[in-house]
């Protein structure tokens, strides 16, 4: 396996047209950024968190936590580290003592309970290379050509894709698709801030 790339949870947001939720995470080093789509449930957990709002009773990835927490585990780190079949597939890791046990888990459950108990979250260079998205067109740190590679849509933001998945490959400038990619999506309302923001 390649090298892992630390990211950060830019944002999460809604497309309003589909009503889908998408969480962004954000190369921690460079400007990548990599797209999502999970469900409006899991969105919710983690807009949540991020806004620092608490349910008025514990939400499921909530009460793992505190579990977690009650029987001194600690979420060591989530990695994302592989897109088959349109689909990522993560691993969350938990620290027990001195040993160490990991345990297969869909990208967005390891991320609600990474911005809960912080914890890294990594993804494989590969990953990215496949999928991420760049704002910057011109990025020298960016492989290839001009022309993205990014399967975050197929440029008609409101076809069905699976959760946690990719569609099919787009080709357009990576500045413009950019672009048109966020600017399809609007903050997730239980997210706070104003609408595309």
Not at 30 to 51: C, D, F, H, T, V
Not at 61 to 83: S, Y
Not at 153 to 179: I, K, N
């Amino acid at each position: 396996m390649g090298r892992l790339i630390e990211m950060v949870v830019e944002s999460v947001r809604v497309h309003m047209l589909s009503n889908r939720h998408v969480v962004i995470l954000k190369d921690a080093e460079r400007n990548r950024y990599l797209p999502i789509w999970i469900g409006a449930w899991e969105a919710s957990a983690i807009a949540m968190k991020l806004q620092g709002l608490t349910a008025e009773r514990p939400l499921t990835h909530d009460l793992f936590a505190e579990v977690l927490d009650r029987l001194d585990i600690r979420i060591d780190r989530v990695e994302i580290l592989n897109l088959a079949d349109e689909t990522y597939h993560a691993r969350i890791y938990l620290e027990l003592g001195d040993k160490v046990v990991e345990f297969d888990a869909r990208p967005s459950d390891c991320i609600a309970l990474a911005v809960r108990r912080p914890a890294r979250i990594l993804v494989a260079d590969e990953v990215l290379d496949q999928a991420a998205l760049s704002a910057d067109p011109g990025d020298p740190d960016e492989e290839g050509d001009d022309i993205a590679r990014a399967r975050g849509s197929t440029g008609d933001y409101r076809r069905e894709v699976p959760m946690e998945s990719l569609g099919e490959a787009v080709v357009d400038e990576r500045l413009d698709m950019f672009r048109d990619f966020v600017n399809s999506l609007d903050q997730d309302p239980g997210a706070g801030g104003p609408p595309g923001a």
